[in-house]
């Protein structure tokens, strides 16, 4: 058995330390992004048995949240820490994974200045908040790295059996995002370059692509036989084919697209302009190298310049698939860039190797330029540290406020573009649609001008979907997410049967930053007013009419710190009743059908509980609001389109 030297032992061990250490200090953080939000309550659901698609809509690629699900399994429900610790030691190994790609094509020097550029870039390269988060398209480079190394390795003899694992591996990679066939197409280029080049391996190399092809199909075959055995079939094909390709990528104009190319080239101008130059220099060298090999006779196809060309090119068509300029799509194009860097530096330690009488000067140069560029990317890597904030957003406050309304066993509806709130509050969600632009044909970032009517966009049969999960899960809580992240124009008031649901079944009890929190009422019961409550000089009631949608009567009861529960009464029946955590402040709006006041009473009266026991409030007369509200005359109709 060969043994691996010491110093390639602990340089490999070096990488993955490098990497967790460099995350270290913010693995106490939760959620870095919007999309956390969404694969993080996913992982969740498919811990209690629901399935991707049917269950949690959403149109990436499914693998992502099975893969943090795991992460849950071992290290306990919600643990985004630990997927954050987990990817921390997996880019490590992705470093190494890098270096053993270039090694074995015969560069190890490459291998290891891209394994370092590498760790360097993954934490710089996409900012702030992006480096950080556990993005899906982490996972798709990833499984691309091992993909890359297990076609390396089986070149020397490449078989049908040697290309199902590197096929398996890009299937994968796939699997977390659609993206990732780029790079099995990449490893079909260089087949067909080795083929030209080298006839007497041309049937072995053709094998070795379709034992390719075949471990990448049968990651489609069994994920395609998963869903459909849980009747998920649609459900995939919809959200993970026809959104994407139908309504999500043709919503940005297709200059607009191809425009984002820059991104990754603005990014790496911006954070860290050692590796553009470094990567825009290797790149020019590997072209120079391939052309020397397209000229030479017979024809060389030097397989790691090719494959990193390839690589880096996958990554930037990548980014210009979503069309939405996001940041984290330029992960992509990391290790193609990192091993370009590698090549440079490779390129210039083989001039300081050089003899001495060998232009001592470039020697010299050379090796200057190379500790400038280890400088450069240690502080660039060392700055990030004043610009990030460890701590998490409001929402984590706003969840926990949440936990205190509901039981674990407790499901919640979030009306808006806000997945994290499932995740800060650990409630599973209510219905499928854990952000609801799929009921509204809210397009993320596009189309959002007011003037644009989104019926097109939303999914078919969306709200029948809806309701069935709604009634088979009822909330125990409801947020509103009001004008946030393009919802102004989609005012959950606006949505006659849920507003509605709402309005019957629910109390506001809560603002929070702008959102409005809803709890499910209790049953009233029947039980008339008792006689000899004590009066509540400190519970305080009164009318209104809400300030949002068609003025409906309210009754705002607002009573001192550890009330746990509200009854309010009409006349001397009971109307309402709301349970209260005793350890969150009281200021509670019940809503009452307009109707209910045309017929009986229209005082009401609010009996409170603590653990003093029942008090009751002075009573608050609605009898102003018997008749609707005028109506206002119709101006010209506003025509969409």
């Known amino acids: 058995m060969r043994t691996v030297p010491s110093w390639r032992l602990l340089f490999g061990l070096g990488l993955v330390l490098a990497a967790f250490l460099l995350r270290a200090p913010w693995l106490g953080r939760e959620i870095w992004a919007l999309d956390e939000g969404s694969t993080f309550t996913m992982a ?55 270096w053993r790609i270039a090694r074995r094509l015969g560069d190890e020097t490459t291998g290891i200045a891209g394994a370092v550029a590498f760790t360097m870039l993954c934490l710089v390269l996409p900012g702030k908040e992006d480096g950080l988060g556990a993005h899906t398209e982490w996972f798709v480079i990833l499984f691309s790295i091992l993909g890359y190394a297990l076609f390396a390795r089986a070149l020397d003899q490449p078989t049908f059996r040697s290309g199902l694992p590197a096929g398996l591996a890009f299937g994968l990679a796939t699997l977390c995002k659609q993206p990732g066939v780029l790079d099995l197409g990449v490893t079909f280029v260089l087949v067909g370059l080795l083929a030209g080049s080298a006839p007497a391996r041309r049937g072995a190399l053709l094998r070795f692509a379709a034992g390719e092809l075949a471990g990448w199909a049968a990651t489609v075959v069994v994920t395609v036989l998963y869903f459909a055995l849980h009747g998920a079939l649609w459900d995939l094909a919809y959200y993970a084919w026809t959104f994407n390709t139908k309504i999500y990528v043709p919503e940005v104009p297709l200059a607009n697209r191809i425009w984002d190319v820059r991104i990754p080239f603005l990014l790496a101008a911006l954070q860290t302009p050692v ?60 290790p193609g860039l990192s091993l370009a860097c590698g090549w440079t530096v490779a390129r210039l330690f083989d001039r300081v190797r050089a003899p001495r009488e060998t232009r001592p000067w470039l020697r010299g140069g050379a090796g200057a330029l190379i500790a400038a560029m280890a400088a450069l990317a240690v502080l660039d890597a060392g700055r990030r540290e004043g610009q990030l904030d460890g701590r998490d957003t409001f929402l984590k406050d706003l969840g926990a406020d949440v936990q205190q309304f509901t039981a674990p066993s407790d499901r919640i509806l979030v009306w808006g573009y806000f997945p994290e709130i499932y995740f800060f509050s650990h409630r599973l ?191 608050a007369d609605l009898a102003s609001h018997l008749q609707p509200p005028p109506k206002v005359a119709a101006g010209p109709a506003i025509q969409f389109g």
Request: proline share 8%.
């Open 429 to 619: 969600p209510s219905t499928r649609f854990i952000y609801t632009n799929y009921l509204t044909g809210m397009i993320a970032w596009t189309n959002l001008d007011p003037l644009i009517d989104t019926h097109y966009a939303i999914t078919p049969h969306a709200w029948e979907d809806f309701w069935a999960d709604y009634r088979r899960h009822p909330p125990a809580v409801i947020i509103d997410t009001t004008t946030s992240r393009g919802y102004l124009k989609y005012p959950l008031f606006a949505q006659p049967e849920l507003w509605q649901a709402v309005t019957r079944d629910f109390a506001r009890v809560m603002d929070f930053n702008g959102m409005r929190v809803y709890r499910r009422l209790a049953p009233p019961g029947s039980a008339p007013l008792p006689a000899g409550v004590p009066p509540g000089a400190a519970i305080k009631l009164s009318g209104a009419e809400t300030r949002h949608g068609e003025p409906l009567p309210v009754v705002n009861v607002e009573t001192p710190a550890g009330t746990d529960e509200v009854v309010l009464y009409r006349g001397d029946q009971p109307y309402r009743r709301l349970l209260h955590p005793a350890a969150l402040p009281c200021r509670v709006e019940f809503f009452v059908e307009r109707q209910d006041l045309w017929h009986g009473s229209t005082e009401f009266r609010a009996a409170v509980h603590d653990a003093g026991g029942w008090h009751l409030s002075a009573s």
């Open 275 to 334: 590796a553009l130059a470094a990567g825009l220099a290797g790149g020019g060298l590997l072209l120079h190298r391939i052309w020397a090999g397209l000229r030479r006779r017979p024809v060389e196809a030097p397989v790691l310049p090719w494959l990193i060309l390839g690589w880096a090119a996958a990554g930037l068509v990548s980014t210009t698939l979503g069309g939405r300029a996001a940041v984290h799509y330029s992960i992509q194009v990391i």
């Open 44 to 98: 969740e659901q498919v811990r209690h048995g629901e399935v991707i698609y049917r269950d949690a809509a959403d149109n990436r690629s499914p693998l992502v949240p099975y893969l943090k699900a795991a992460v849950y399994a071992v290290a306990g429900d919600w643990n985004a820490r630990a997927v954050h610790l987990v990817l921390a030691l997996a880019l490590g190994a992705g470093a190494v994974g890098l």
